[in-house]
């Protein structure tokens, strides 16, 4: 029997339509596929008008997803086809999210240092209507926020995910999921208990680049 070969997949990056980002969509295409990576789920924060772009120039690598803020923590979302905007409820947020199919995981579950993370009992709430949470976080500072991230899933018996969080086009492919093949969200679901995951911390200083971004930008503005 021949064994299907696993795709290689960033969950988690970010493009100039994030407010802490100068990635270009051509630019993170173009070092994705020179990295190798079978797909990309491009996440800029409560926006999916990079992904949009990006899928344009290479639909069968980008699939269109978003970061939410909501009112307790952060959604990251896959196969996203209407923008869902920010500081909802969660639960109104999955709602919309289901809504249209999208496959829903949580970013960066217990990143203290984060405005986007979450109170245990906040996730605890929202566990039964999602289909994973970040386990690993690249640009997490301290291990113990991924460890705990990782604890939790077990314990709950959730399905996870991991992502670069890569504002610049050189983060992209730090943390990576590997999967069975698929071709959107339900089939997505149907594997992502399979995964395997390849993943790698990325320094404090990889966080400069979202800091100069969002001053260039304020100036900017």
Known sequence: MTLSRKLTLEFHCHTHASKDSLTRPEDLVKVARRKGLDRLVITDHNSIAGARAAHALDPELVIVGEEIMTTKGEVLAAFVLEEIPPFLTPQETIKRLKD?????SVSHPFDELRAGGWQEN????IIPFVDAIEVYNSRCMLPRFNRRAQEFAEK???AGTVGSDAHAAFEVGRSVILLDPFTGPNEMRNVIRGAKFQVK?????????????????????
Do not use: M, N
């Open 100 to 104: 249209q199919g999208a496959f829903i």
């Open 122 to 125: 906040d996730l605890l709430e």
């Open 156 to 158: 709950h018996h959730l």
């Open 201 to 221: 911390w990325s320094p404090w200083w990889f966080h400069l680049t979202s800091r100069v971004a969002s001053i260039r930008k304020k100036f900017k503005s």
